[in-house]
Every structure is written in C-alpha cells, then in structure tokens.
C-alpha cells in the first residue's frame, strides 16, 4: 500500500516520443491510467499538486520534441563531405596464351614491316657515262676504236702528282670493269728481278700546257704509258708509270682534280683515254 511519497518519486521526467498517429494514442491512454492509479493512491493534497505538475510538464515537453522533429526537416549531405560511390570495375575476361602469342607475333609482325617500310630507297637508274664529245670523235671516228669501257673515275691525291713517284695509283677495288684480256694480265705478272715489268699502252688526253706554239689551240694528243702491276704490302693495285708526271703537267692536272681513265681496243690492242672533268 502506498501511503507516503517523495517528490523524486512522483516526479516523472520523461516519456517515450510517439513516432505515429496509434502510438500516440495509445500514450495518451497509457498517461491518463497512470495519472489516475497515481491520484488515487496519494493521500497529500501537496504531493497531488507536486505530481501534477511534474506530469504536466512531462507531457508538455514530450509535445514540443514531437512539434520540433515534425518541422526540422532531414539534413541532407553536406557538399563537402558528399558521399561518392565508385562502380566496380568490369571483370576482364580471361584470355587464353595462344591469344595472347598471336597478338605479339601480330605486333612485332607489324613493326617489322613498318622498318622495311622506312628502309625501302628507291634508286633511280644509274647514268651510262660517255666520253665527251672530242674523244668519242677520236676514238671513233679517227681512230675506228671499240669495246669502250670507263675503267675507274678517281681524285687525284698527293702521292699521284708526286714527281718521284711518278705513276697514277689505280686501286684494284675502285675499277668498275674488267679490261684486261687474260694474255695482257699475264703480262702484268712478269718480273725482270724485283719489279713487274708491265705493258706499254698509247693513251691519248687534252693537251693544255708546253705547247709547241704560243697560239696553238689546246687539242688532244697521244703518248704511249707503262700499265704496271704494284704492290706495297698487302695493297695489290694497278698503275701507270713513266711518263705520268709529263702527261700530267700537259693536261694541266693538279692535287684535288677528278680523272676518268678510259679503256678502248683498236685492232684488238688495248689503248687509253685519260679526261680530266
């Protein structure tokens, strides 16, 4: 039997929130039942009035957390602090070695083509030397001269306009054709002791200087050369010797000018034609 209460004890506090139309009327049903089993039961009119008020006030503040939650309404993300998803990334599908081997060997197939490709020069058509025109006149016309072959086109060093040395270096690996016959290459390989003693050949070439008259035009002229086999070590050449260094001066060569030597057969016998460009 409750006869005696405190104020702590008849002081209610708080009351659950409703969260819908039927909880809050079952609150309401709830409160007015407590409200009169707690009257019935206190005897003080003073703790009556204490508890009333307490349950008044109890009442009042759960009404106002229920206005208050209706009108605040949800707070939405802020900006800042946004929540970002990320799709997940599709599963790649699995593919096979041979697959994978055939897609290499495509690409290296294909960067090697792309080489060939960068490598490929095309190359115009060689141009056919000619003798110019007064020689060709010459060997041709005056001469009756055939079998005309360019046999090396060269710069004239230091060592060839030498007046000791006295020959023209005709290295074997800048001579475009073959003009010797068989007997005239065994020829070149006779010695007289030491020295090769070679085959004596006419050459004809443009007189230019010693004149033998002050008013005489320049004009081709002929002379016999030695065509000699030379050696130095392991260099194996061709040269013409005596008296280079004569037709030389007559033709007005110096160090730096380019020569053509010509080869030429009258009557089968091998002659020259030296053309300075």
């Known amino acids: 039997m409750m006869s005696k ?9 708080s009351l659950p929130p409703s969260e819908n139309n039927d909880g809050d009327k ?5 409160e007015g039942v407590l409200k009169k089993f707690f009257l019935f039961h206190i005897k003080n009119s003073a703790h009556k009035q204490v508890f009333e008020q307490s349950f008044s006030s109890a009442c009042s ?30 599963e790649s599908k699995p593919t096979s070695s041979k697959r994978c081997f055939y897609e290499d060997n495509k690409e290296q197939e294909e960067g090697k083509n792309k080489k060939n490709k960068r490598r490929v020069r095309v190359q115009a058509d060689p141009i056919t030397p000619k003798l110019p025109t007064e ?4 060997v041709k016309g005056e001469l009756k001269g055939s079998d005309v072959k360019l046999v090396i086109e060269k710069e004239l060093f230091k060592t060839d306009m030498e007046k000791h040395q006295n020959r023209l270096l005709i290295p ?9 016959t068989d007997e005239e290459k065994a020829s070149l390989n006779e010695k007289k002791g030491n020295h090769y003693v070679g085959i004596e050949v006419p050459m004809i070439y443009w007189k230019t200087k010693e004149l033998e008259a002050p008013l005489m035009e ?33 033709n007005g060569l110096e160090i730096g000018n380019i020569i053509q030597l010509w080869s030429f057969r009258v009557k089968q016998e091998l002659h020259m034609a030296l053309v300075r460009l």
Do not use: C, Y
């Open 5 to 13: 209460h405190t104020d702590t004890d008849l002081r209610i506090d």
């Open 26 to 30: 079952a609150i309401l049903t709830t």
């Open 61 to 90: 503040d759960r009404e106002a957390n229920k206005r208050v939650s209706k009108t605040i309404p949800p707070k939405k993300p802020d900006d800042n602090h946004a929540v970002t998803t990320t799709k997940p990334m599709p």
């Open 135 to 138: 020689f060709e006149q010459k």
């Open 172 to 180: 074997r690996a800048q001579v475009n054709v073959e003009f010797l």
């Open 218 to 250: 320049p004009r081709l002229d002929s002379s016999t050369i030695w065509l000699k086999n030379w050696k130095s070590g392991n260099k194996n050449a061709l040269v013409l010797a005596s008296p280079w260094i004569r037709i030389a001066s007559e």
